[in-house]
Every structure is written in C-alpha cells, then in structure tokens.
C-alpha cells in the first residue's frame, strides 16, 4: 500500500518551509490564490470525531454535523495550528458558522468569509471574480504580499495538473475491470482520493502517479456510485464493500464535485473563478436538479455504474431539498437508488449497513 502522510505531519512539514496554514471549510475556494499566498489549505470536513457539545453552545440542534463537528473542533483546539480560518457560504449553515466565528466566538486566528454565486451566468462569473480579488486584499493585508499574475498563473498550473491526476485516479477506478486479488478497496481508493483536502498540489500529483503506476485499481464487485457531501464516517466504504459492491465514482461535494476543468484565460482571477462555475454540478452552486440528474445519468452510463447511493448528512437541506425530484427522475430512467442519511460523528448504525447489502442484493 502506498503511505499517505497525515495532516499533521504535512502541517509541520509545511511550516518547517516557511509557509503558513489556512483552515478551509466546505465547499468551493480557489486553491491557487492562497498557495500564492504560501497559504497550505487544509480543509475542515468536520471531522467526524470530536465532543460537539463545545459547538452546541452556539447553534441550533438542527444545523449539520459538518458544522457542528467543526465548531467543536476549534473551540478544542484542533485549528490551533493553522494561521488563518476561511469559511466559503456553501449554504445557510456555514454562513451562519462564518457569522457565530467573526462576531461571538473571534479566534486567534483572521476569519475570511467567501461568498459563492449561485448560477454560471456572467453576472455570475463577474461576481466570483469580485469575490477573488476581495479574498486576494485581505491575504495581502495579513501578509504583506502582493503576488503577481506569473506567480498566480504558475500555482494555478500546478493545481489544474492535480486535478487532471484526479480525473485520472477516477477514470482508472471504473476502468479497471481485472479480477485479479490485490485490488485496492473502497476505503483505500478514498484515502488517496482524499488527501487532496490536505496534501499541497505537488505532493498529490506525486502520490497519485505512485498510486497509478502500483496499484490495482480493479477488483470484483457490483459497480455503485455514491452521491452527497462527504463519505463520513467513512467506515461506509468497507460496508459496501464487505456488502459486495465496488464504488466506481461519485457525487460527493468533498470529492466528485470538485474536479475541475482546467482553464485557458490567461487572466488569473478569472481562470480561477472559471475552474469552480464550470465544476461538475453542485447543489450548492445553484445547479437545477435537471443539471444534477443529467450528470448522474451520464456518469452511470460512463461507468457502467448499477445504482446510486445517496449518503447525506442529517439536517443538509440543500441535499435534502433535491432528493425526491432527483431520485424521481432517476428511476424514472431505470436508476435505482437508496437514501442514506448519517450524522458524521455517530458511529455507522447497524441499520444502515443492512439497507446497504438489502440494495446491493437487488442490483445483483
Ligand atoms: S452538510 Fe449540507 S448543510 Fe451542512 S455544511 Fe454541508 S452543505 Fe451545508
């Protein structure tokens, strides 16, 4: 198996060099512009483990357990070590976490909200682009720099070539059909797929030509994509696969949603802004559940994919809002599906992995 240094070593690595850390919340933010910065972001998915009751203090019961989980983690110190925390509004509960972190709780730390257009018009563009360069004073602001557009054009390079490794990672993953034993597992496969929320670019692309060149990305089971925010907790993976089944791609906002296309406008801010409007389509960007259901009818054609599972985190209402029609329409199309819904800190319910091997039977 190939090593996946942790967060933390990679933190320290990272500081060891000069450079700084930014805690990233969910979803979309520009990558580039903050390693300009020497910013490593490190991104904040919760995490599942953690006493949430320090969180509870500030929010509501029915706001999810991303938010939750994340402002219990930095009420107990897990943020301690980054310099810097920037909460993009991926919906109304992070918007209110961005509010509850600048006004109530202040950490030590700059707080920089990031705000997303819902659509891909060119009202829509224009206004990410705003968002961009408004993100871009304050880093100087707090920095003292002011990199140039070269400086900019060079780290956006590098992160377009990461994310065309990813593209490669998945593409590989549900082209592989070899029976041989040694295949990786789901939980491998995510790990590597995963560690983009952390790993610098450089250190991704590495990683994921090492896991090209070494691993078996093949293996038996019954081809299933997966759909939602993230694969938390994620003994999920070892469950499906125990169930018999093999995830080949997936919707995840964590994952899926974010393989952006690489641009061509030699502008920096606008290359940067183009890379998330053109993203695959994300509930949170605005995108019409027609647009979801297109993609995933495509996806599971491309990946000879036998059904989807939806695994949602509790009390996500843009997640929730698209569920019914979306499914609706999947079946309609000769899709089956099944909904999952999970607090990522709970442990996997017993239940649940009966659902799972009940829907893995069917597509049998
Ligand atoms: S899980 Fe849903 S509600 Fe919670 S932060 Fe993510 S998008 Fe927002």
Redesign the pocket.
Known sequence: MIKIPGRHEVCEKFKENGGKIAAV???HYPRALLRAFDFLPVEVWGPPHVDVSYGGAHLQPY?????HNALSFLKTGGLDETDLIIVPH?????QGLGSILIDFVKPRQPVFPFYLPRGKRDEDLNFLMREIKALFENLSKITGKRPDDDTLMMKIEVEELADLKLKELYERRFRDRSQGNGAISNLEFYRIIRSREFLPAEDFIKLADESLEKLNFGGKGIPVIMSG??PEPMEILDAIGEAGGKVVADDF?CCGRRIYPPGNSRDPIERMARAIIDAPPDV?RGSLIEERFEHLKKLVEVTGARGVIFY??K?????LFDLPELRNMLKEVGIPSVHIEVDIGDPLPHQTITRITAFLEVLE
């Open positions: 919340l969910p979803i706001v999810c357990s991303i938010v991926a919906c109304d509960s992070l925010i993230v906002a949170t949602t985190v009390f996500c209402e843009p997640e």
